[in-house]
C-alpha cells in the first residue's frame, strides 16, 4: 500500500510539476510578446533623424517613406522649371515616379529651425489621420540629416486662387456650377477637421490658395503647414499668430486664441473670392 501511495503522489507531483513548467512558460512567453509589441508601438511614434537614405526607422501608418534619389529623380534634381509654388516652409515641386504618377513634392527648407520642424512633423501626423475625399492626402515623406520633404498627389488643377487669377488663355475657369462646388466641398472638409477629427484640427490658414482642385474639379484643403491639433477640454492660445495677412480673423489677430471660428473667418474670405473673383 505505501509502495502504490508513494507512486500515485510522485506521478501527481510530476504533473503538477509539468503543469506549473507550461504555466511558466505561457508567462514567459506573453510577457516578451507584450514588451515586444510595446516597443515597437513606441518606434511607430517616435520620429528620428536618420543617419541615411536607406534607414528605415521611421514606420507611420500606411505613408511610404521614399529615398531621397526616388524624389531627386521625380523632380529633374529638383529643376526651378518644376516648381508649383513656395510658401513660408519652403517650395513645392511637381514630379514624375517611374510607374507614371504625378506628385507634388513639398521640400522644406527651414526645418532646422523649430518652425520647420515642428510644422514637418505636426503636417505628418495630422494628413495620416484625417482622410476625406476634400481633404488632400499625404502619399508619403522622406527624412535625411538634411532633408524633410512631404509627398502628395499632383491636382491637375492647381489651386482655386490660381484658377481665379492666375490661369491662362484656353485653360478651364471656373464657373458658377464649379464654384458652388468649390464652396460646398470645402465646407465638408473643414467640417470633417472640426467636428469628426479627435482631437479636432483647427486649419488657421483657410484660403484660395490653399483649396486644390482635382481633374474633376473637386476642391481638396490642402497646406496642413499651419494647422493644430486643438483638444477640445482647452483653449488654443499661441505664442506667434500664424496665418495670411487679410484672412486672419480679427480675434486672433488680436488675442493668439484659434478656434472653428478662425477657419470660419477664413473661409467666409474664400467664399468672397469666389463670388467676385
Not at 507634388?104 to 532646422?112: G, I, N, P
Not at 469628426?196 to 481633374?215: F, G, S, T, Y
Not at 486643438?230 to 499661441?238: A, C, G, I, R
Amino acid at each position: 500500500m505505501s509502495y502504490q501511495s508513494g507512486s500515485h503522489s510522485s506521478k501527481i507531483g510530476l504533473i503538477l510539476g509539468i503543469v506549473g513548467g507550461v504555466i511558466g512558460l505561457l508567462i514567459v512567453i506573453a510577457l516578451f510578446l507584450l514588451c515586444n509589441a510595446r516597443r515597437k508601438s513606441h518606434l511607430r511614434e517616435v520620429f528620428v533623424d536618420v543617419a541615411g537614405e536607406d534607414d528605415r526607422r521611421i514606420a507611420f501608418g500606411q505613408l511610404k517613406r521614399f529615398a531621397w534619389r526616388e524624389l531627386q529623380i521625380a523632380t529633374d534634381n529638383f529643376n526651378e522649371i518644376n516648381v508649383l509654388g513656395q510658401g513660408g516652409f519652403g517650395k513645392v515641386y511637381k514630379g514624375v515616379l517611374p510607374d507614371g504618377t504625378k506628385i507634388a513634392v513639398k521640400r522644406l527648407t527651414d526645418y532646422e529651425s523649430p518652425g520647420g520642424e515642428a510644422a514637418f512633423l505636426r503636417e505628418v501626423e495630422l494628413i495620416s489621420i484625417a482622410v476625406h475625399r476634400n481633404l488632400l492626402r499625404l502619399i508619403g515623406f522622406c527624412t535625411t540629416q538634411t532633408e524633410r520633404l512631404l509627398v502628395y498627389p499632383f491636382m491637375q488643377n492647381l489651386s482655386v486662387a490660381y484658377r481665379l487669377r492666375d490661369f491662362k488663355p484656353g485653360e478651364p475657369i471656373l464657373d458658377w456650377p464649379a464654384r458652388k462646388l468649390v464652396a460646398i466641398g470645402t465646407a465638408r472638409g473643414l467640417e470633417y477637421l472640426h467636428e469628426h477629427c479627435n482631437p479636432k484640427i483647427i486649419h488657421r490658414d483657410v484660403k484660395a490658395a490653399n483649396v486644390l482642385l482635382d481633374e474633376d474639379f473637386e476642391p481638396v484643403v490642402g497646406d496642413f503647414g499651419l494647422a493644430k491639433l486643438v483638444d477640445v477640454q482647452k483653449t488654443s492660445v499661441t505664442t506667434q499668430v500664424r496665418g495670411t495677412m487679410g484672412h486672419i480673423a480679427p480675434e486672433y489677430l488680436s488675442t493668439g486664441k484659434s478656434s472653428e471660428r478662425t477657419d470660419v473667418f477664413g473661409y467666409g474670405i474664400m467664399l468672397l473670392e469666389l463670388v467676385t473673383g
